[in-house]
């Protein structure tokens, strides 16, 4: 046939071309037949007014009809307003083109030897369901164009049907997809405007992240999130989630680091009635619940040694047995891993799994800290206190000094110390604008280390406030610690409450 | 009803055909066949006669091109007229007109 049902766009241009510049056109049964040269019928096409042919020309068009006459005779209209053709005579080569080529309208018989048109059209919008589909009915009955649109078809067109009005469909289909992408365009500026779906930062640090989001978000592998506390990491695994092919999937989130040891297997891989004391009936776990979509493991790094292995054979064999059950369930989950541990140097300690690694850190992307992207603070800043304009009525805004000042600052804590800043400040502020006064003590000390010597009464360099030093021991005790809390506490000689707290009060706590 | 008004060549008799379930669908069957046919030429037709535009031999074409539209119209109505007496559902025995009047063939 002329128009193979596979190779690319441009292929099936070079094979047109091929064919015309002989003047002839082959019919699907491979025979030639010497005709008018289709190039100068397509010439005097393109003088019709139409829409624009470079922007018809983006899209990919497949005829799926058994009439050779019909597919060739619309394949030539389609091609003189632009639109690249494939044709199918059958179900299953339409299924192969759909396959391998990036179809974007399909002009579909709704009467198939085979597989029934209606059939056809629920496979195309289930392989593609932004693919628009036009049917060409044969019956003008109302029931089965009904049904084509209840399935998902754009429109409908009954045959017997003449140039102008396959040229008019066509061109309509054209002007849909044109707003649909204007519209798309408009919706990636918009989000562009303040970052990707609920991120927000405009700086090149983010816009490189915003590209892994959107490759990971298409593709079904893990991801393993890197990132300190409080710079979103859950964030980043539900705009992954969300912008992806399992948006209407559930997406399930589970902090490893939060639930009680004896608890995540449980909680993990679900249980049967009889388990143990108190299971007094089936509990599906949080993978099941997550079936078909997406499970986000937070804090990976603090799952327990035995639960990694646990893990890691559902993920290998995608199938989990409950607590107490002697049957396997299968399971289709797509794992987002998060931690702010180093990994690397946990499986070099022995405290997580190399295999357990190496299957979660199929792609892995790192949120930048705060202070690596400072330039986004005043946007940030703008969005917390729109958001909280809108929750609490009152209208507020920040003076510059404190604004500077908060540009100086290192944000251990992140968004999260941020975000707890701005609250903070909204809540103590008496008036509309929020003043360095407002904004909590660990900010406020930092103006004395940021500030020249100079500008100073008294040089104070080299003093810090005790709460500074403290908090600075703290921190830099987690962060020596690869984030284990406990052995800080510890080893700091301070009771986990008080970490827990002092963590909170710097709004570092995860 | 009476559907020899207008067609003195059929006498009265004629009245109705009842239709069963195997010959609506054959009847489907050639009206999607013709559908077909029509569609074909009609869309050749539209792109010879954009080809031959302002020729000795564009007549000819703006002919098959006005001729087809007929046809399409014939198999358009006589669809029609199926589909009012058997429905579009799964065909059962129905009743059809059978006075054509000339102007329908």
């Known amino acids: 046939m002329a128009d193979s049902g596979s190779g690319t766009a441009v292929e099936q241009k070079v094979n047109h071309c091929l064919s015309v510049s002989h003047g002839t056109r082959t019919g699907d049964t491979g025979t030639s037949r010497t005709e008018v040269p289709i190039t100068t019928i397509l010439g ?20 799926v009809d058994d009439e050779r006459s019909i597919r060739e005779g619309c394949r030539d209209v389609a091609q003189g307003i632009g639109y690249s053709t494939y044709i199918a005579d059958n179900a299953e080569h339409a299924f192969r083109v759909l396959d391998t080529t990036s179809i974007d309208v399909v002009l579909l018989d709704l009467r198939l030897p085979g597989l029934g048109g209606l059939e056809v059209l629920k496979e195309v919008k289930r392989r593609r369901p932004e693919t628009v589909v036009i049917v060409m009915t044969g019956y003008a009955s109302v029931q089965s164009a009904v049904q084509a649109m209840k399935q998902g078809a754009y429109d409908y067109v009954t045959k017997p049907f003449n140039l102008e009005e396959l040229r008019m469909i066509l061109d309509r289909v054209l002007g ?123 804090e990976i790094g603090e799952l327990p040694t035995d639960l990694q292995s646990k893990l890691l054979r559902a993920l290998q064999e995608k199938e989990i047995r409950p607590v107490g059950g002697t049957k396997a369930i299968p399971i289709d989950v797509r794992v987002l891993a998060a931690t702010n541990r180093d990994l690397e140097q946990a499986v070099a300690q022995g405290t997580f799994r190399k295999d357990l690694y190496f299957r979660l850190n199929v792609l892995s992307l790192r949120i930048p800290s705060l202070r690596q992207r400072k330039q986004d603070i005043p946007l940030l800043v703008g969005h917390f206190l729109e958001r909280l304009t809108r929750s609490t009525g009152m209208q507020r805004n920040i003076s510059d000094d404190a604004l500077k000042l908060m540009l100086s ?20 502020t008496s008036g509309p604008t929020i003043h360095i006064a407002d904004l909590p003590t660990t900010v406020q000390n930092w103006r004395e280390q940021a500030e020249p010597a100079s500008e100073r009464a008294i040089p104070r360099r080299g003093i810090l406030p005790i709460a500074e030093m403290e908090k600075q021991a703290i921190l830099g005790a987690i962060e020596m610690l690869h984030g284990d809390k406990l052995e800080a506490a510890r080893l700091l000689g301070i009771g986990k409450t008080t970490l827990y707290r002092k963590l909170k009060e710097y709004g570092a706590l995860q | 009803m009476n559907t020899n008004a207008g067609n003195p060549e059929l006498p009265g008799k004629l009245d109705g055909i009842v239709l069963d379930g195997d010959s609506v669908r054959a009847m489907r069957h050639n009206m999607h ?45 006589l669809r029609g007229q199926l589909l009012a007496a058997c429905g579009d559902g799964e065909p059962s025995p129905g009743s059809l007109p059978a006075d054509p009047t000339p102007s329908q063939f």
């Open chain 2, 33 to 77: 066949e013709l559908a077909n046919v029509f569609t074909g030429v009609m869309i050749a037709a539209g792109l010879l006669s954009q080809y031959l535009e302002g020729g000795s031999l564009a007549p000819y074409a703006s002919d098959i091109c006005e001729e087809s539209e007929r046809g399409s119209a014939l198999v358009r109505e």
């Open chain 1, 176 to 298: 849909h997809l044109q707003l649909s992408s204007e519209n798309r365009i408009l919706r990636q500026q918009v989000k562009s405007k303040e970052g990707f779906g609920a991120i927000v930062g405009r700086s090149p640090e983010m816009e490189k992240l915003y590209r892994i989001i959107s490759k990971g978000a298409h593709s079904s592998h893990p991801v393993l999130i890197l990132g300190e506390s409080g710079t979103g990491k859950e964030l980043v695994a539900r705009s992954i989630h969300f912008s992806g092919p399992y948006r209407d999937k559930p997406f399930v989130a589970i902090d490893c680091g939060s639930l009680v040891p004896t608890l995540i297997e449980s909680e993990l891989f679900g249980y049967v009635k009889g388990a143990f004391t108190g299971a007094n009936k089936n509990k599906d776990g949080l993978l099941q619940a997550a079936d078909g979509g997406t499970i986000f493991l937070d």
């Open chain 1, 409 to 428: 600052y290192d944000w251990p804590g992140n968004i999260r110390e941020l975000e707890n800043c701005i609250e903070r400040a909204c809540a103590l």
């Open chain 1, 44 to 63: 005097a096409l393109a003088m019709e007014p139409t829409r624009d042919k470079a922007e018809a020309n983006l899209l990919n068009l497949l005829i």
